[in-house]
């Protein structure tokens, strides 16, 4: 039996208000369905309506203070047909490994899968918003010559991450942990609906409705604008990778809740990435930048030798075509120097 039209289904996002979220928020309105996202408080909500205002009427908002609270979904997934979950510190600084990163990401995954069980049928399909960093293996380093696929996992441990002074080492550790457990959690509990991770590394582009403030930009977007603030002497070396466009991600997810031949995988949205290539498109499509972008060792970018990552599940699976790095940062940098402009006015 297929699905009920878009226009008949409830979707749950949790994360609405995030970079990532309002894009998929975006994605899934304009397909037809209703949205309910998930929020902090209510004191957020007329501010999300505002970012959506095209399409107020499909949207609903329910309330989870702590998506760590056992039950924090319970009331959210009610009339729901699918559960998208966003919603998960992207931290790269944390004071506590455990309280801010560990619990949420492990907790806020398993709480959102619980719900969904609860309502037996009628959700056909979990999403999880997962990352490279549940695939990627910091302790080799950059790899060069191997692929990464989806058959990797990110081997470390939870005590490993509770104890590390790494950021980076811990949240990719957190995420990791957080996709294991989902999957452990369908094994053994075999709920009604199917799940499918998504593991998107470095998620780049516009921010939804332009950028409010160069002082709360989510992560990926300030890595970005660190290139061209002034404030990089030299191209820095890589964390992750790999990236995708955000506008890419969103559909993503859209693909992923429909298709039925995605139930029950983990895939990779992403491509190869490193800094050199991005400052040399940054750099060409932006002249005026030349003095603040730093400028490295060009066209080395091509041939840098840190591992690859192998998309075509995402292709294949999802129908997915991937938006090159130079579209992908010409409409990055564009938000980024807009909202300069009109903080300097």
Not at 96 to 112: C, F, M, R, Y
Not at 211 to 227: G, M, R, Y
Request: proline letters at 6%; a negative charge; aromatic letters at 8%.
């Amino acid at each position: 039996m297929s699905p009920p039209p878009p226009s008949d289904q409830t979707i749950l996002l949790s994360g609405i208000s995030g970079f990532v979220g309002t894009w998929i928020a975006h994605t899934f309105l304009e397909a037809g369905y209703k949205v309910r996202g998930t929020v902090r408080s209510e004191k957020s909500i007329e501010g999300i309506k505002k970012t959506h205002a095209k399409y107020a009427d499909q949207l609903s908002f329910a309330v989870v203070p702590d998506i760590t609270t056992s039950g924090a979904f319970d009331e959210a997934v009610k009339g729901v047909t699918g559960v998208i979950h966003t919603a998960n510190p992207f931290i790269l600084n944390p004071k506590d490994n455990e309280t801010e990163l560990l619990q949420p990401s492990i907790q806020g995954v398993l709480n959102a899968l619980k719900a969904a069980k609860t309502q037996g049928s009628k959700i056909r399909r979990v999403v999880l918003t997962a990352s490279f960093a549940d695939i990627l293996d910091i302790s080799k380093g950059d790899r060069p010559g191997y692929t990464y696929s989806e058959k990797d996992w990110n081997p470390a441990t939870y005590e490993e991450a509770k104890a590390s002074d790494s950021g980076a080492f811990s949240y990719c550790a957190a995420k990791g942990l957080a996709e294991q457990a989902a999957w452990e959690w369908i094994e053994t509990n075999k709920p009604d609906f199917s799940f499918v991770a998504l593991c998107p590394p470095w998620i780049f582009g516009p921010t939804f409705g332009g950028i409010k403030s160069l002082d709360h930009l989510n992560e990926s977007t300030e890595a970005i604008w660190k290139l061209v603030d002034g404030s990089a002497k030299e191209v820095p070396p890589v964390e992750f990778g790999g990236f995708c466009d955000v506008r890419v991600v969103a559909a993503a997810h859209l693909r992923a809740l429909e298709r039925e031949e995605a139930g029950g995988q983990r895939i990779i949205p992403g491509s190869d990435f490193n800094y050199q290539n991005a400052v040399d498109a940054i750099r060409q499509d932006f002249p005026e930048l030349k003095d603040r972008v730093p400028e490295g060792k060009p066209g080395a970018g091509k041939n840098w030798p840190i591992y690859h990552i192998d998309h075509s599940k995402a292709e294949k699976l999802l129908g997915l075509e991937f938006t090159p790095l130079a579209v992908t940062l010409k409409d990055t940098v564009s938000g980024l120097i807009e909202a300069e402009k009109k903080a300097n006015a």
